[in-house]
């Protein structure tokens, strides 16, 4: 598959690799120059390119990228890419970083507002999984121990599609809904960053509260904001367990 990708961070950077360590054809960009990717580019095959360029021709699009930077992308920057390409989103909404988006803040699902924003239907997915998670607990289709992603979007064959991307990752995925019901997935939710199991992950889907998530998304970032940021990716299990924590009232695990 020939697979685009904006944004090549902790998320980005880490799909890169798992797609080209696959065979697919990855193309990335990034915001501060495509120099910058010289390094990956030669440990994966991936290529740097433009922006105009990392969405032509291409099977997949995954966006990966601040939330706050959505908004800068061109206006009309997909317009010309095929209807039934699959466009990822993997962000999540943090005021603290993003500023206040007053749609979300309102209720909007986070990924609605991206697609707003970009004038294109978007597949949420890789939103709920840490950094060091999706780079170190993935694991062969059947383990008793994979963990499972959920995907969420208005296009079944879209889903399905992504859903092999996820397998590529290391990891089952579990289909639920729409964009608009994609608020299951979103920080604050138990489903968010808890690693869980397929049969696990359907009933923390389940079982979500909206009116909870802003409270949880907050107290589960106030804990990462303790740690500096270089612990951020090792510290994962221990992040995930207390993610768990927060969320043990909705969660059998
Ligand atoms: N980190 C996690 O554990 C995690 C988990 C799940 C979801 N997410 C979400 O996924 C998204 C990406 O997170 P991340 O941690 O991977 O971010 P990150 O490490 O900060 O990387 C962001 C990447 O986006 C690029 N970028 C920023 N603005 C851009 C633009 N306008 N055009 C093209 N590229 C642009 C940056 O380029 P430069 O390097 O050139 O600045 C960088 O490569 C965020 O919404 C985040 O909330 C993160």
Redesign the pocket.
Known sequence: MKIGI???????GTLVRQYSKAGHHVKM????GIE?LKDLASETGASGVS?ADVINDVDAIII????L?VP??PKGLFEKVPANTPIVD???Y?PLRDGKIADIENGMPESVWVSNQIRRPIIKA??N???GSLMNSGRSKGDPQRLALPVSGDNKESKNLVSTLLDVSGFDSYDYGTLEESWRQQPGSPAYCTDLNLSQLKKAIAKTRRDLLPGRRDLGLSFILKHKPEQFIPLYKEFAQHFRVIYESDLEV
């Open positions: 904006i944004g090549v961070g902790n998320i980005g960009t990034n915001a501060s910058k922006l990966s990228i601040p939330m930077e800068k992308l993997t962000g999540n943090y890789y939103n999984i840490l950094a």
